[in-house]
């Protein structure tokens, strides 16, 4: 079965600094990767898409098929990116989303 | 602009009490999803609708239900609340396709069994 892991429950980093938010994930065929975003007391969204291949918000996500992983990346951390991350998978014939446990990005002053 | 409503945003039901939580979009979307949201676990789909009266089972459906009467209104049924049932609740829709799935949520309900 298909399955999503985000490693760091948390990760915290100073303004300025870069980020990285992991995701690693389990499937035998070729999947299509989601990044969503959830600020505080707003609804879960999409951030980026692996088939888009487009950067947002200043944030990138490169799809590794070797090592099966979908990391979020961002070279300059800004206080307003604070939120939680979570990465998700679909495929053919899926049609719902499978999620990982989420990363909370928490970016200090 | 997508809306996906979702009726109440607190509720606090008691244990055994049927439950109903009720989501609305309105952009036409064939595909509607349950989902509890809850610390260290992430999403799980409890179920979805993929057409009119079309349900299909996600990865936790036990003790609860779904209804799909309507294409905009999505219902999940708690059939017999229990205590480990308290989580957050987020309704989403989409069309159908995967490679273009963006999936649109609801605000949440958040649901306390006592």
């Known amino acids: 079965a298909q399955r999503v892991t985000q490693p760091e429950k948390l990760l915290s980093v100073f303004k300025g600094a870069p980020v990285e938010l992991k995701c690693n994930y389990s499937?035998?065929?070729?999947?299509?990767l989601f990044w969503y975003v959830q600020y505080s007391r707003q609804r879960l969204q999409l951030l980026l898409r692996?088939?888009s291949r487009e950067s947002i918000k200043g944030f990138t996500a490169d799809l590794n098929k070797g090592e099966t992983s979908f990391h979020l990346k961002k070279p300059f951390a800004q206080e307003e990116d604070s939120a939680m991350y979570y990465c998700?998978?679909?495929?053919?014939?899926?049609?719902?989303?499978?999620f990982g446990s989420g990363t909370r990005l928490q970016v200090q002053p | 602009d997508v809306k996906v409503t979702q009726s109440s945003r607190y509720l606090v039901k008691r244990t055994g009490e049927k439950v109903f939580l009720e989501c609305v979009q309105d952009?036409?979307?064939?595909?509607m999803f349950w989902y509890r949201q809850d610390p260290g676990l992430g999403l799980r789909l409890i179920y979805f609708s993929y057409d009119v009266k079309m349900k299909e089972k996600g990865d936790i459906p036990e003790g609860y239900s779904v209804s799909r009467e309507k294409k905009e209104r999505f219902s999940l049924i708690l059939e017999s609340a229990s205590t480990n049932q308290t989580s957050m609740y987020l309704c989403a829709s989409s069309f159908p396709g995967f490679q273009n799935t963006e999936a649109f949520f609801g605000q949440g309900t958040r649901l306390t069994v006592v």
């Open positions: 998700a998978l679909s495929y053919t014939g899926r049609r719902a989303l499978t």
């Open positions: 692996h088939i």
């Open positions: 952009m036409d979307h064939e595909n």
């Open positions: 499937y035998s065929g070729s999947p299509e």
